[in-house]
């Protein structure tokens, strides 16, 4: 059950020939996925050979194998964690049932959704980031791209064999348009607003895998929990990549903003014009990306107040984060929870049934997990010696969904004049002239070992190489 068997054409755990309609239906699917990719993914790269894992077992002893591959050759597989025996539905009115094999009718519409939803997502970022690869600071980075967007692409995979062997016609229909969609086609855009936003320099790659990576994470926990067991166990597997993910972002900002406070010592200044000069990202610079990112990706979570999130959690579909960790009923009727709301010109909390926030519960949830890692941050400030602290804003800041659409909150919380916000709304989000600033600095470095000067090298390589090893050859 869990060795892969790599004679197939797709790599898998789920016994995949023994299901011959649905081998067939996703053979079919295949190349149209292999001619997305050649179209949509990492521009220039087919004849590459990349240091890569890739995923051979689900065991966690050892599920990856690392070598160069060519990306258009990387096993995209289909992988699920093992079935654990007994497992029963932990939350919601089915609550303690039988976890689902099958999808249950009832259920059919919204768990279509919630995969499809998830879904698109995955080959969404892969667009986003197609370009970054011609500025890469280095080849460590460069791979740690490459790596990130084949296992969104496998992520992809994962999702589409739900939706081929469970819900039939429609769910092969929803498939095709997952490659249909498009990251900022006007026309046909991704379903979520995030994933149209475009990731044009590696300031934002790094912001992006930290923030948007991780919401990735709590979705993906949430569904973990899920009723419906395939995924549940399609998901807690897609997390044991995505953690790498996140590293991506949190090791790379952590480095943009170590070579900033070098130079800063170096020059012994904080003016940010002589910072600029020297061609490293100013810290302020730093907190305006840090303020968009944080905000647009809470938003990711959707409506503070959502009904859909109270059908999911009562039907047993999608759960709370670490659900079965917690100490509660795990029905939640007849509870409460705060969330906010602009009133008299002040932030209020509001007292509402808990089923409908389940959203903000995620949410909240996320910004604490999502703050620990900005302070790790000032940690690498703190020990340069410097007083600048980077500071995630307040959740109110810049939302475009839910009750705090449009409200007029600065990132320390305070409710303000629409005149105001446009004020200072230079000071709080990155303005025409940083973008341009930072894409300034973007710049291909891919000699093994060597640094763009607006980033400091890693601690240490990938799986043990040194940080100069030939993670990209040429060719
Ligand atoms: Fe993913
Ligand atoms: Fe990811």
Redesign the pocket.
Known sequence: MSSINYSEKIPNNVNLSEDRTLQRALEQWQPNFLSWWGDMGPEGSNNFDVYLRTAVSVDADGWAQFGHVKMPDYRWGVFLNPKEEGRQVNFGEHKGEAAWQDVPGEHRANLRRIIVTQGDTEPA?VEQQRHLGLTCPSQYDLRNLFQ?NV??GR?LWAMVYLLHKYFGRDGREEADALLQRNSGDADNPRILQAFNEPTPDWLSFYMF?YFT?RD?KFQLCALAESGFDPLARTTKFMLT??AH?MFVGESGVSRVIARTCQVMNELKTDDVTKIRAAGVIDLPTIQRYLNFHFSVTIDLFGADESSNAAIFYNSGLKGRYEETKRGDDHRLQGQTYKVLAVQGGQLVEREVPMLNALNEVLRDDYIKDSISGVNRWNKVIEKAGLPFRLQAPHKAFNRKIGTLAGANVTPDGRVVSAAEWASHEKAWLPTVEDRAFVASLMGRVVEPGKFANWIAPPVMGINRQPVDFDYVRFN
């Open positions: 970022s990130v296992e969104e992520h895998t990576d990735g990549e995505e993910h």
